[in-house]
Structures are given as C-alpha cells and as structure tokens.
C-alpha cells in the first residue's frame, strides 16, 4: 500500500505543482504507520507545511494509505486545510491519532473538522492544542462528542476556550467515554472559572473512564481543589482517574474545606490517583506542612509534581522525611523550590529511595541541591 499511495501523492503534488514533502516520501519508503510531518522537526525546518500541501496531502491518502497516525502539528494550517483533512475523513478508516496542534485552525476550521469527525468511526485521538479555536470551537467539539464520537483522547490545550465551553465540555463528558482531556491554559478565562471547576468535579463523579485530566494554568484556588476533591470522593469507587494535572493555578493548600475534602479523599482506599502535578503554584511552607501530613495516610500516588512551589526549607525539611517512607510513591519533582543545608540533608533518605529530579551533595560539611 505504501507503494500505491506514493504514486498518489506524487501524481498529486505534480497536479498541483508543488515539491513533495520530504516526510512523506520517507514515511513511504519505511514502511510504516506513522506519518510525521511536524513543522518543528528537521525535515521541514525550512519550510512549514501550509493549506496546498495539506490538499495534495489529503487528495493523495483519500486513494488508500498504510498510516494510523498522522501528525501535521506546528505549520501553517488553515481553514483551507480543515477542508481538505474533512473530505478525507469522511471515508477514512485508517486513521486513529490525528495530531493538528500548533496550527492556524480558528473556529470555522474547528467547525468544519468536527462536522467530519461526526461520521468518522477510526479517529480516537485528536490533538488541537495551540490552535486558536476560541469558545465557538470549544461548543464545536462539545458537540462532537454527544453526537457518540469515536473521540477518546483530547488535547485542547491553549485553545483560547471560554467558560461556557468549558462547562459544555465538562457537561458532555459525563456520559461520553473520554480517557484523556486537557484543557489547560484556556486563556479566555473569567471570574465564572469556579463553575467550570464545578462541572469538572461533576464529571469526575459520574464519568467512569476518565484516567488523565489537565486543568493546568486555569487560575485555580483552593476551593476548586476542594470541589474536585468532593466530586472523585462522590464517585468512591467507579472513578478511573489516575492523573491529575493541576500545575501553574493559584493552590495553597491554606482553605479548611480544601484540606479537609483532599486529606479524605487521598487517604480513602477507593483512591485511584497515581500522579498529582501540583507544580508552580505559591504553596509555600504552609502548603508544605499541609501535604506532608496529608499524604502519610495515602496508599495509591506514585508520582508527585512539586516543582517551583515557593517551598523553603521548613517545608521541605517536612516533606523529604514523608514522601522518602511513602508506602508506593516512586518519583517526586522538587527542583525549583529553596533548599539550604539542612533541607538537602532531610532529603538525603528520599534521594536514595524515589527518583527524582535533584540531587544532594556534600561539600565539605555542608549539603548542596543540585538538578538531576
């Protein structure tokens, strides 16, 4: 097959009067099922694909190809190349992963891809991150999910998504089959940010197959922590939710209700999250204080995010003792935080039993933080 679409693509670009994209003539002469035409990789350092190539491109696998990812991210795509990948999505039945982030797609591209994506039954993993689709395209693909998309993966990340479609997004995935959805960084944020965290807690309290959700960069407080916590807790056991990506919000970890609802639900045996990012929010010592006692009751992390937290050295001197006798923990991110002697002494112990992105020196007497 790879033979015959190469005689596509090149009878197509010669239509066109356009160069073959390197690539693609590779990915033919390999054999195989991956497709990478990333804008950012060597291959296409000069010369970022733009909406004709994308039309010679979809014209030529539209004819039959052997490809199951196709990776089109960071070029200058359009609403030209919407159009293009639409016709061939209609009738394709290759493709799973279909990666478009970093692009030119705006609400009109996103509109025209879902109405496509509507008929398709193979597309499992869409990647849109980057791309400026603002809240209209945010409702676009909401309503791509509830027309029973074969969508299971979702990466929406700095899309320039409002509340509303947030919520929209959220509201659907209690019922629709989403494994994965990042909807980090949506930049159109409002002071209504606390209701999408609140349908986000809904969800996890219906959604069964949810494993990886990312809220990063959402302008979170306590309070939104809290209302996550409450939802997985009101799910006990049906939750599937293993990754929880919170880094870049405004958590503090100083909130009763917050403490309280996270400390119930990491301690509870139903737990099912294995990876917490709290990265690059203002914890400080306090926050610290407050996570190393949480989580000596917790049986299920094996991953933590802490890096560049504001913690100092009585926070840490508080948590490297406790996450280094965790009883499944494995690795920790920490680099970024203020550590001074006595703080890279209390984490010598957790340097020999997790991985982690520091290491301890002795130098002298005196113990040095160093990145790993």
């Not at 493709?95 to 982030?101: E, F």
């Not at 926070?315 to 996450?323: E, H, K």
């Not at 991110?333 to 984490?347: L, Q």
Request: proline content about 2%.
């Amino acid at each position: 097959m790879s033979e015959a679409f190469r005689a596509s693509y090149n009878a197509a670009c010669d239509e066109e009067k356009i160069r073959a994209c390197a690539p693609v003539i590779a990915a033919c002469d390999s054999g195989t099922q991956v497709l990478h035409c990333n804008g950012n990789s060597q291959a296409l350092r000069n010369k970022r694909l733009l909406d004709v190539d994308c039309k010679v491109l979809a014209k030529a696998l539209q004819y039959g190809h052997p490809f199951v990812v196709l990776d089109l991210s960071y070029n200058n795509l359009g609403r030209g190349a919407a159009e293009s990948l639409a016709a061939l999505l209609y009738s394709d039945s290759s493709i799973q992963v279909l990666d478009l982030s970093a692009n030119d797609f705006d609400e009109m591209a996103a509109e025209v891809l879902c109405n496509a994506l509507k008929t398709n039954t193979t597309v499992q993993e869409l990647k849109l991150s980057g791309n400026a689709i603002l809240g209209s395209g945010g409702m676009f693909i909401a309503e791509l999910l509830q027309s029973g998309s074969s969508i299971r993966r979702l990466y929406l990340n700095n899309c320039c998504l409002d509340t509303a479609s947030l919520v929209s997004l959220a509201t659907v995935c209690h019922k629709h089959p989403v494994a994965i959805l990042d909807v980090g960084r949506p930049l159109l944020m409002s002071p209504l940010m606390e209701e999408a965290t609140d349908h986000f807690a809904r969800t996890l309290a219906a959604n069964t197959s949810l494993v990886d959700l990312n809220l990063s960069k959402c302008s979170m407080l306590d309070r939104g922590l809290m209302l996550l916590a409450n939802g997985l807790l009101r799910a006990k056991g049906r939750a599937s939710l293993h990754t929880l990506r919170l880094g870049s919000n405004s958590l503090r970890l100083i909130d009763t209700e917050c403490v309280e609802s996270l400390s119930e639900l990491l301690a509870a045996p139903f737990c099912s999250l294995t990876s917490l990012e709290l990265d690059a929010n203002p914890l400080h010592d306090i926050g610290a204080l407050v996570l190393a006692e949480i989580l000596q009751a917790n049986t299920s992390l094996v991953r933590l995010g802490l890096s560049y937290d504001k913690i100092t050295s009585r926070g840490l001197c508080a948590l490297g003792p406790t996450l280094a006798s965790h009883q499944t923990l494995q690795e920790v991110a920490i680099w970024g935080n203020s550590f001074d002697s006595a703080a890279c002494s209390a984490w010598r112990p957790a340097c020999a039993a997790l991985k982690l992105d520091i290491s301890v020196q002795d130098i002298d007497g005196a113990f040095f933080c160093v990145r790993s």
